[in-house]
């Protein structure tokens, strides 16, 4: 990765009764500036304090530009709503990967290595008996990923560039494999191999769907509802997964033991659990009329209650993801006949009446991917509890190009903060039969 970060200035930091410093600031090609505090604590003692890492740039990307003002998202400085509309999933992966826009033959290499390598080892079947047969699907693809290290040895090394590039094909081609394995144990169909005639999101769909009584055929329309929907998850910069990633492949950990991090991070509600929770809010509303009983609770501080599906650390504006999992959602309702489902005229209808709500606006609360991803995926037969797998299936990618950017980078060290301390101080051991 070559370093692109230039020096602009420096902030001079004045602390009362203390030291003066003078810190470096330095300018990405977009996006605000950045000071660099690495000298601080060596110069004044002190750490800076972040929870949630809100004010604070963990690295240096060239791969996804978030502007949260604008609701503005760039895959390698294309907009998400153009490699939404012309683009397909296979394409954004090796755009996110190599950080340009393939030519046939790089595609057409890219495209077969891939479909070559979504096989899993036979042996690796077995692996799935494990897991109760009603587990979470999000429980038996978190353990399934880790366990590539166990079939794939010769695919760890993170110092060999060969074993890199095998590792990130592996994972990215495997995971669809894996994922629909997991739904096809969880309701007790047998597994469907993939079949390496059909795109990557075909293959997926008949992997899920198909059973081997009768001929699967692809619908066009949910094919390409699916790649759209794996192109919109796919990177995000630095949000909690990825950032995961980036702090288990900092200790130098195997490619498969980091996605795994990802993996087990994304299943949280908060994050890429919010699909799942969304539509699990949208049946507990019930109604229309009960809207405003639900939105009088999101507002409430001490109700815990949110609306799932709403609000972004970075989006302070419409989500651009979101907006086009609207559309596509309307496509799929189409196309499956489901135009008039009730669920989708509650969600129309809570989020018209969120984006008038004064609460809403002074927070700059809008909808996320996560608000219409959950009645779309609902739509093409997924159940609820798969919504996180194909979020975790999509972001697979961004996972892999943000730890394959990390490992390359001259400046990364194993990311290890620090803490403010406010337990106790120095004390002795008090013997038993003195307490
Ligand atoms: C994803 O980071 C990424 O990029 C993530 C993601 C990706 O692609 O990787 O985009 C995917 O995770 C999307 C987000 C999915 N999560 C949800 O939809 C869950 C519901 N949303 C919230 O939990 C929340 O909005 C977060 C977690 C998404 C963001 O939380 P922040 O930035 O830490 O903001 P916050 O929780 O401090 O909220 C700020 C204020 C609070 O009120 P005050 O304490 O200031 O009075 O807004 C309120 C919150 O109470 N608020 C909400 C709300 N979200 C925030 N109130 C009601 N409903 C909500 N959904």
Redesign the pocket.
Same mark, same amino acid.
């Given at each position: 990765m070559e370093i692109k970060i230039k020096k602009t200035g420096s902030a001079h930091l004045n602390i009362e009764g203390g030291a003066t410093v003078d810190l470096p600031v330095y300018a990405g090609s977009v996006g605000p500036d950045v000071i660099d505090i690495g000298t601080l604590y060596k110069n004044t003692g002190m750490f800076t304090f972040d929870p949630?890492f809100t004010s604070t740039a963990s690295c240096e990307s060239q791969i996804t530009y978030i502007d949260g003002m604008e609701g503005t998202l760039l895959y390698r400085g294309y907009p998400i709503d153009q490699l939404a509309k012309q683009s397909n999933f296979l394409e954004v992966s090796y755009l996110l990967l190599h950080g340009d826009l393939p030519d046939k033959e790089a595609l057409a290499d890219f495209s077969k290595s891939i479909t070559y390598h979504t096989m899993l080892h036979s042996q690796f079947d077995t692996f799935f008996n494990g897991f109760r047969r009603d587990a979470h699907p999000m429980a038996i693809v978190c353990g399934a990923v880790g366990a590539l290290s166990a079939f794939y040895h010769d695919s760890t090394d993170v110092s060999d560039p060969q074993q890199r590039k095998v590792a990130s094909h592996r994972m990215i081609a495997k995971m669809p494999t894996i994922a629909a394995r997991a739904y096809k144990y969880s309701i007790g169909q047998p597994f469907i191999d993939p079949q390496n005639d059909l795109s990557y999101s075909e293959n997926f769909l008949r992997m899920c769907f198909a059973v081997p009584a009768e001929k699967y055929e692809i619908d066009p329309v949910l094919a390409k509802a699916m790649d759209r929907i794996f192109t919109l998850?796919a990177d995000?910069?630095q949000?909690?997964?990825t950032s995961t990633v980036r702090l288990a492949g900092s200790s130098g950990a195997n490619p498969f033991a980091c996605i795994a991090a990802g993996v087990a991070c994304l299943w949280g509600? #908060?994050?890429?659990g919010?699909n799942e929770a #969304?539509l699990r809010m949208l049946y507990e509303i019930g109604s229309v009329d009960r809207i405003p009983e639900f939105i009088k609770r999101?507002k409430d501080?001490n109700d815990p209650f949110? =609306?799932?599906?709403?609000?972004?650390?970075?989006y302070k504006n419409y989500d651009p993801r979101a907006k086009i999992m609207q559309r596509t959602c309307h496509d799929v309702l189409d196309v499956t006949g489901q135009r008039d489902d009730p669920i989708f005229k509650i969600a129309l209808e809570l989020e018209k009446i969120a984006l008038n709500d004064e609460y809403f606006i002074e927070?700059k =609360?809008y909808p996320?991917?996560?608000f219409y991803s959950g009645i779309t995926l609902r739509a093409m037969g997924f159940p609820a509890d798969m919504f996180t797998v194909l979020f975790a299936l999509a972001r697979t990618v961004g996972w892999i190009a943000q730890w394959l950017e990390m490992v390359s980078d001259p400046s990364q060290k194993i990311g290890r903060p620090r803490q403010v301390y406010t337990g106790h101080p120095f004390r002795d051991y008090v013997p038993l039969n003195k307490r």
């Open positions: 949630g998850h995000h910069e949000n909690a997964s509600p #908060a994050h890429g919010a #969304a999101a501080r949110r =609306l799932m599906g709403f609000g972004h650390r970075v927070k =609360l996320n991917i996560d």
